[in-house]
């Protein structure tokens, strides 16, 4: 398994402001993935970050709004820009097992309230 | 459109019987399915998962049973404990999209002492 570890776990922003949440993985992965989970609502996919490459959005994402980086193997942030209200949520990073692909390790989450 | 559906959000169950936790889809290319559990302030875990080519997958007190012709699958936990109190997430993914998981809305289990 993977150990992943992301931070914060939970801010509280206002709006208008963005905030860059780390994940930090103890092995090298090839894919890493950001999930949202808004309040009562399932986890939904934002993006896929590679590495060496720009990372891939889902439907209903853009870059500008959740630019992404993944400078290594081991390590990708997650922005969410001009924040408002509506992007209170919480960010899950996940990557995927050696073993599975299908199986995803995840992180503990950021916990995001936007004011 | 929901791919992967919980229709129950919540389950009350007490300590000892057995929890039946149900899942649908729609996407008929879907061919893996997992379980996951979350704690509060926790990221999801793994639970078990079954193959398409299944139709049952056991490991201890969790078996997950896979009906392909209903398009649903169930989670079975027996006997269940305290412990096990915490959102439980369906997940599916077709073969050829590997870790694209699409996840179904959770159901909060209660295991009552």
């Known amino acids: 398994s993977a150990v992943i570890s992301q931070k914060p776990s939970r801010d509280i922003c206002q709006r208008g402001t963005s905030l860059t949440i780390q994940c930090q993985v103890d092995s090298q992965v090839t894919m890493m993935f950001w999930y949202r989970q808004q309040p009562g609502q399932s986890l939904t996919l934002i993006a896929t970050a590679n590495q060496g490459s720009e990372a891939t959005y889902e439907s209903g994402f853009v870059i500008d709004k959740f630019p992404i980086s993944r400078p290594n193997l081991t390590f990708s942030t997650l922005t969410v820009s001009n924040m408002s209200p509506e992007d209170s949520s919480i960010y899950l990073c996940s990557v995927a097992a050696r073993s599975s692909n299908e199986k995803l390790f995840f992180g503990s989450g950021t916990q995001l309230s936007v004011l | 459109d929901q791919q992967v559906k919980q229709n129950s959000p919540s389950l009350s169950v007490q300590e000892g019987r057995i929890s039946i936790l149900n899942c649908d889809y729609t996407n008929s290319m879907f061919d893996y399915f997992l379980w996951y559990k979350k704690y509060p302030a926790e990221g999801p875990t793994f639970l078990i998962s079954i193959s398409s080519i299944k139709d049952k997958n056991e490991d201890g007190r969790f078996t997950v049973f896979l009906n392909k012709s209903a398009k649903h699958l169930s989670l079975h936990i027996v006997p269940s404990q305290p412990g096990d109190s915490a959102v439980y997430f369906c997940?599916?993914?077709?073969?050829?999209?590997?870790?694209?998981?699409?996840f179904g809305g959770g159901t909060r289990l209660m295991v009552k002492p």
């Open positions: 997940a599916a993914s077709e073969g050829n999209a590997g870790n694209m998981l699409t």
